[in-house]
């Protein structure tokens, strides 16, 4: 099986959000929350139209796709982040949500799921590469995809860190927060997990499913920036 990787076109975002919906199914509660019934027409409608926000709007996203070459089919997806200056921390907006309470609870889910990565990028001092989400079509999943779409990032965060001035300290930062599923993946290609994290919601959301991932990352090899040629 040939396999192409490649940036998104703006036209391949509905299918980039169904391969997302199918990957998540009901076993993710942030997803679920997050995107309402992302498995219905409507739901995918509005995930793809905010995921096509995104990709115009936040200057910081590589969206990716990978597509089996025989077929012409993207079976995957990835957003990676690259920021090299603090990011304005942005909060859930939009009317997707059936009322207000579920408006609440997933604007709070949604901040308690990217603080970890949130108090990275605020202390950093220097560049922070974030893998922001990638999935695999399920029937097309062990198949290399998702390598090479982890690969690209990796590759991408090999070369700004070798173009960062390193003295003491490791000034890049490349982090991903992971499912169970996902978590091998990202050990495969040098990623170490730093925190098991819960998701921490006020009380009166106690009674909703718990949302929990590891929060990975990824050293940096100071070695890179030797062989890279610089003086």
């Not at 299918?15 to 997803?31: K, L, N, Q, T």
């Not at 927060?177 to 919601?201: I, P, T």
């Amino acid at each position: 099986m040939s396999l192409s990787l490649e940036f998104c076109e703006d036209s391949d975002i509905p299918r980039v959000f169904a391969i997302i919906s199918d990957a998540f199914g009901e076993d993710h509660p942030h997803i679920s929350v997050l995107f309402p019934n992302h498995k219905t027409i409507t739901g995918r409608a509005q995930g793809a139209e905010r995921l096509l926000q995104m990709k115009k709007n936040d200057p910081h996203a590589r969206c990716l796709k990978v597509t089996d070459t025989a077929t012409s089919e993207i079976i995957g997806q990835a957003t990676w982040l690259i920021y090299n200056d603090h990011a304005e921390e942005l909060e859930l907006s939009g009317d997707y949500w059936q009322n207000e309470e579920d408006r609440q609870y997933a604007a709070e889910l949604y901040r308690g799921y990217l603080a970890p990565r949130r108090n990275i990028i605020r202390l950093a001092k220097g560049p922070v590469v974030c893998l922001d989400i990638l999935t695999v079509d399920p029937k097309r999943q062990f198949g290399g995809a998702g390598s090479k779409l982890v690969k690209w990032g990796v590759e991408q965060a090999d070369q700004i860190g070798a173009e960062v001035d390193i003295i003491d300290t490791v000034l890049l930062k490349m982090v991903v927060e992971a499912s169970v599923f996902g978590r091998h993946l990202y050990e495969q290609n040098g990623f170490r997990v730093l925190e098991h994290c819960k998701v921490e919601v006020s009380e009166q959301w106690a009674n909703k499913p718990k949302v929990r991932f590891f929060f990975m990352h990824r050293p940096f090899k100071q070695g890179l920036a030797q062989n890279s040629g610089k003086t």
